[in-house]
């Protein structure tokens, strides 16, 4: 996912004498550029991912210097390097612990270093890992939505992925992305991919359809599902105004079948905002499973609402139960004494709705055939919210 922290310390580092001295929980955070900052006038300009370098020139105090990695942390810089040895000599501890406690990278370089050389080779450096980025994402957009292209997209991501071993889709989106303009939903999307700790070159994260998408390749669930978490943990902190809901896809085997990995990724999506939930794996969804990836909406209608139409009607009416009643009496299988324990109605007046219910519906209820076809229109129902 982009030049990384990591990435720089890996193939810069020996070079330039970089040492990371704090925030090493940030160490896969994605750079998009390099900014000289000896001032703060320059930070309002950042959208995030920028890698910020300092001479401390301008940050030569210890409130400075603090103040600074404020700044940084809340316009959701990738990282701080200073080049020490001159104006600073050395870092104080309370920098170096706040940077710990943002989990933003700070870097050291000594002053005999150019330090304009290394910005031209990681900003050359990252330019490239950026076109590179733009071929993956094209590649992955054409086994999900083009599968007559998949053949291409193979070979493109062959020698970044492989190709023939596990993936899963992680899609995310908010209200509003559609109306946003392209530079808003990068800037947020710059963000997100500071938020996603610990996720480096075996995934792919990008806009498309509506969405964010992170694809991932033969990553461990339980490394999946922490990365999420800690994604939710930063979002509520740094952006608590973006509500995200996440579905998380099934693991398929082979980029062939990343198109249907995507679909149930997008099940989830539409599953937990149904349901008023901010995370949802499809392989949790139990029958919805199935209901939700009918590709004939009208079936699903006609199954659903169409079924139920004069309960529904009824409850509208009378701001009645009618519908959870029968969910619920289908669900104990007639027993009117589990059903009054769960809804806290005396059973007579439930025997009195359900002979109400009947009778709305035109139906005794008395075949299998009959109980489950309206217990699936009840999960019909559920699956619009």
Sequence with gaps: ?????????????????????????????????????????????????????????????????????????????????????????EIPQSVLDLCDEVDLPLLIVPWEIYITEMIKDLSIRIFLQGLTDEQITAAFIKAIGSPEQLAAARQDLLQYFDVDGEFQIVFMTTPGLDTMDTVERRRIGYRMEIFLENVTHNCSFFYYDSGFVLVCNDLPQDIIDQVITDFERRMAVRMPEKKF?????????????????????????????????????????????????????????????????????????????????????????????????????????????????????GTDLSTSEEKLQYQIACRILHMEG
């Excluded at 700044?71 to 200073?82: D, I, K, M, P, R």
């Excluded at 619920?328 to 059903?339: K, P, V």
């Design 245 to 361: 809901t996440i579905g998380i896809s099934s693991r398929m085997k082979d980029l062939s079948n990343l198109s249907n990995t995507y679909r149930r990724a997008r099940a989830a999506v539409d599953m937990a905002c149904a349901i008023g939930k901010s995370r949802m794996h499809f392989d949790d969804m139990g029958i919805y499973r199935l209901l939700s990836l009918v590709p004939d909406k009208t079936l699903l209608k006609e199954m659903g609402r169409d079924l139920l139409a004069p309960l529904i009607a009824y409850d509208e009416m009378h701001e009645g139960q009618y519908v959870e009643t029968l969910e619920n009496y289908l669900e104990a299988e007639g027993s009117f004494r589990i059903m009054s324990e769960k809804m806290f109605i005396h059973r007579n007046t439930l025997m009195y709705r359900i002979n109400k219910i009947k009778k709305l519906l």
């Design 1 to 89: 996912m982009g030049f990384t922290i990591e990435d720089m310390l890996t193939l810069t580092g020996e070079r330039y004498k970089i040492s990371m001295i704090a925030g090493e929980k940030g160490w896969s955070n994605s750079v998009s550029w390099v900014m000289m900052i000896e001032d703060f006038t320059i930070i309002r300009h950042f959208v995030g991912k920028e890698l910020a370098v300092t001479t401390g020139m301008g940050f030569d105090t210890e409130d400075k210097l603090i103040a600074l990695v404020r700044e940084l942390n809340a316009h959701h810089a990738s990282g701080l390097v200073v080049n020490t040895g001159f104006y600073l000599h």
